[in-house]
């Protein structure tokens, strides 16, 4: 089994060229931070469980909580588990230890209510996890690239710079209450 890192919800963006909600994790005791694009309404729930807002009417994540308190079962983790291209897979694990498959944006929301850990596994961490530069910059961590220095890796990395770059502008003209509006 992977090794799983204990993250924690830096902030919930909005993807200005898709318009697009992102959920960005960061690694509670490392540097790496995992973007999850996510819809409207997941994006919502997790803005109003962090923020600590209470809707008029409950949303389907807090029915889903209600249900499983009913039957006697409580949300212990949350685990985001597997990464296919933008796709991410993660697990609910209950109390008695029973898992249900989850999207990651589900999940998440879930935890947020209940504030139990979301745990991310290596293999995830490796696939999709940037790091923060000094700059400020998110930047994907390639120590392979460092080392080889050749003429292909520089151009390669140049383009995922601009990409990092594009990503950095975007996390910092959106704020969680434009899910609000």
Known sequence: MQREHLMEIAGVRLDVPSSQPVVVLREAAG?????????????????????????????????????AKTFGRNLEKVRIHTVEGTVFHAALVFDDGSVVDSRASDAIALAARVDCPVLCSDGVLE???LVMTGDGELREERPDAAAAGGAGDQAGAEGAEQEVR???DFLD???PEDFLK
């Open 31 to 67: 540097r790496r931070h995992v973007p999850i694009w996510v819809g409207t309404n997941e994006a919502t729930s997790i803005v109003f469980a962090v923020q600590g807002i209470e809707p008029p009417r409950p949303l389907t994540h807090d029915l889903l909580l209600e249900v």
């Open 127 to 129: 696939a999709a996890g």
């Open 166 to 168: 594009q990503f950095r």
């Open 173 to 175: 003209t959106i704020d």
